[in-house]
């Protein structure tokens, strides 16, 4: 069964760390991992993209990393600000008679405390 | 430009009752997806459309669940005689082509009661 798990599902960090999301998932075959930010009462918006070929990509203070022999990818926050506040979700598409289908993570909730 | 719309943003209603959601995709987009998201629970896929044809409704829940899309551009989503397991919040994203980046409207909330 296709499935997404992230870890941890909450996490509490003062306003300057950095901190590590992981992603563990089963879905073949692999067509690419995302990561969306999602904060509350609003819809995802994407961090990074990444193909089987790729294992880093980074968007500002975001640096996602995968590993698609484990099938683990993460995402890591540099310095973290208050904004930084949300749910990160992460997402595996597969390609199935042509149609790019996803299995999201459940999320880890990000909370960012001054 | 404008992203992704959906209206209403927030739907109580009665069990038993039909409501209608509406997604407004960014304009050029050609597919359109709708997803739901339980309390606690990730986002489940429903369906998706290219152009005006659904070529995958395998995520739809029953048979009270359908969805249209006309001229290429605005969806509906209908929920008939709904039951309380249907609160939950309904998101639409749309993309350029079925390969690309999706796009994510805000969400209607659904509150059965």
């Known amino acids: 069964k296709n499935q997404v798990e992230q870890s941890p599902q909450s996490l509490i960090i003062l306003e300057g760390k950095n901190c590590t999301l992981q992603?563990?998932?089963?879905?073949?075959?692999?067509?690419?991992l995302r990561w969306y930010k999602q904060d509350t009462g609003r819809g995802p918006v994407s961090l990074t993209i990444?193909?089987?070929?790729?294992n880093t990509k980074s968007n500002g203070r975001y640096t996602a990393t995968l590993d698609a022999d484990t099938k683990q990818s993460s995402l890591h926050i540099t310095a973290s600000q208050l904004s930084d506040s949300a749910s990160y979700i992460c997402?595996?598409?597969?390609?199935?008679?042509?149609?790019?289908?996803?299995?999201f993570g459940t999320g880890t909730r990000l909370l960012v405390s001054p | 430009g404008a992203g992704v719309s959906q209206s209403p943003s927030n739907k109580v209603t009665e069990k038993g009752k039909d409501v209608e959601l509406r997604c407004d995709p960014i304009s050029g987009h050609t597919a359109l997806y709708w997803y739901r998201q339980s309390l606690g629970q990730g986002l489940e896929f429903l369906i998706y459309?290219?152009?005006?044809?659904?070529?995958?409704k395998s995520g739809l829940p029953s048979d009270r669940f359908s969805a249209e899309r006309t001229g290429g551009s605005v969806s509906t989503l209908t929920i008939q005689r709904t039951q309380q397991e249907d609160s939950a919040v309904y998101l639409c994203?749309?993309?350029?082509?079925?390969?690309?980046?999706?796009?994510f409207g805000p969400g209607t909330r659904l509150t059965v009661t």
């Open positions: 990444m193909t089987f070929s790729e």
């Open positions: 994203a749309s993309s350029l082509e079925v390969s690309a980046e999706q796009y």
């Open positions: 997402v595996v598409s597969w390609l199935s008679g042509g149609f790019q289908k996803l299995v």
């Open positions: 992603c563990n998932y089963t879905v073949s075959p692999f067509s690419n």
């Open positions: 459309f290219q152009g005006n044809s659904a070529p995958d």
